[in-house]
């Protein structure tokens, strides 16, 4: 039985249980790689980079696009108090002052460097991901935690990203023996699911569930071998 053989129904397990991307619930359009989608995304990361609930994360973030706050010179425009109004309703309270702040920041960073448009980031980087990383981390608020998130699933739009596989999914991969290397591991799926088993073996991470994912693979396996 081969490697990739067997590794099969685990990733298969995987992506049943944790395959839907932050992007996906957040009904982000990430591989059409717009500005408005691009920014929305990087907001989210900034979010998800502090130490609160993922969940909480999640919602803060659709409510500061509800507020109509998907642009960078939107979003640099509006009044700090209103954002904390905005993450408080979404329960995001735990840093909801410093994370307002850091979000005009962030917001006014992207706005005056690249005119509102992370596609701009892009091309300032030349193709090479490590520079992605780079001038991501110097963004206010998102440093290099949220810089590796966003690139986690932003390799579904920007394809010298891939194959990326962050601290956080690596762990998961290796405890799984899913690969030896992220290479390895990117050649299990089509280039277009790669974000998306990267993004399930973070939540698989996140929620140390490892042991469920091997007992749902073990059932597949079963299943398979005695169809």
């Known amino acids: 039985m081969t490697a990739e053989t067997t590794a099969e ?18 009904d982000i359009p990430l591989a059409e790689g717009t500005p408005e989608a691009l920014f929305r995304w990087l907001v989210a990361c900034l ?9 909480i994360a ?15 010179d939107a ?24 994370t307002a702040r850091l979000l005009g920041e962030a917001a006014a ?6 005119d509102g448009d992370l596609r701009r980031l892009r091309r300032a980087a030349g193709g090479d991901a490590a520079s992605v990383q780079r001038l991501l981390g110097e963004i206010p608020g998102l440093g290099p935690t949220g810089a590796k998130i966003f690139c986690r699933e932003a390799q579904a739009a920007w394809d010298e990203l891939h194959p990326f596989c962050d601290k956080k999914a690596w762990s998961a991969a290796k405890d799984l023996g899913l690969a030896r290397s992220v290479t390895e591991l990117a050649g299990l799926v089509p280039p277009p699911e790669f974000p ?10 996140l929620a140390h569930d490892e042991a ?12 398979r071998d005695g169809a």
């Not at 129904?9 to 957040?26: C, H, I, K, N, W």
Request: charged share 30%; glycine share 6%.
């Open 212 to 223: 469920g994912v091997r007992a749902a693979a073990r059932t597949r396996a079963a299943a």
């Open 75 to 98: 979003l640099a425009a509006s009044a700090v108090d209103d954002r904390i109004a905005v993450l408080d309703r979404a329960r995001y309270t735990r840093y909801d002052e410093r």
């Open 58 to 72: 999640t919602r803060a973030a659709r409510a500061l696009a509800d507020a109509g706050w998907t642009r960078a």
């Open 196 to 205: 998306r088993l990267v993004a399930a073996l973070a939540r698989c991470a």
């Open 9 to 26: 129904p685990l990733v298969d397990a995987l992506l049943e249980r944790f395959g839907r991307t932050s992007a996906q619930e957040l």
């Open 47 to 55: 979010l998800y980079g502090a130490r609160i609930d993922a969940g």
């Open 109 to 114: 960073h992207v706005r005056d460097h690249y």
